[in-house]
């Protein structure tokens, strides 16, 4: 009996089994895998999660003028066809639906807006001439007024108005001229958050308020 705890105390110290009787073979560690465990989700991406975008947006087509920092907006540049104010107008506030947030013709909030608004999308090229914004004086002969109810708004003093120019374009210059609204041009259409109001432009531009 005391024959045999020795043995097990010295089996238990590694000490190797006697001679003719063979030793069981020794099992390593599984390795770590970094396969996920059953029943775990997908692997997480590193780096900040993005989340998506919460609310209405802009159509596409619309893109934000990159040296406008801190704007809100975004723009689409219509060089061609070119239409009349009418046109132009419809056109932009057609890009909007119950989904998107409200499109129109450009409303100029500062000199940094027109700048911009010259330059094309990228704030930066070739200067553009002879461009329709939202400005008009349709409802009130002498008295331009944008097409949205936006506050602190770019004031504008149109050269060459009379009554049978009633609609805004700007030039490469920077100088707003009112124009016959049946004249066509380019024009810029934004999207923002402030919708169109047709009591802005009552009347049909047939060159002269609608009398």
Known sequence: MRGLVIALTLAGCGFSAPAGQQQPPAHDAPAPSDAPAPGDGPPIPDGPMIDAPVGPQCPAGYAAIPTLVGSTSQYRFVNAPQASWIAAEMDCENDGDTSNRPTHLIVLDDASERAAMIAGPLGAGAAINDQWIGLTDLADE??????????????????????????????????????????????????????????????????NNGD
């Open 142 to 207: 002498d008295d331009f007024i944008y097409v949205t109810n936006q506050q602190n708004t770019l004031t504008l003093a149109p050269t060459m108005d009379a009554d049978n120019k009633d609609c805004v374009r700007i030039k490469d210059s920077g100088n707003a001229e009112a124009r016959d609204c049946n004249e066509t041009n380019r024009y810029v259409c934004e999207c923002d958050m402030f919708p169109a109001q047709p009591n802005t432009f009552p009347n049909l531009p047939d060159g």
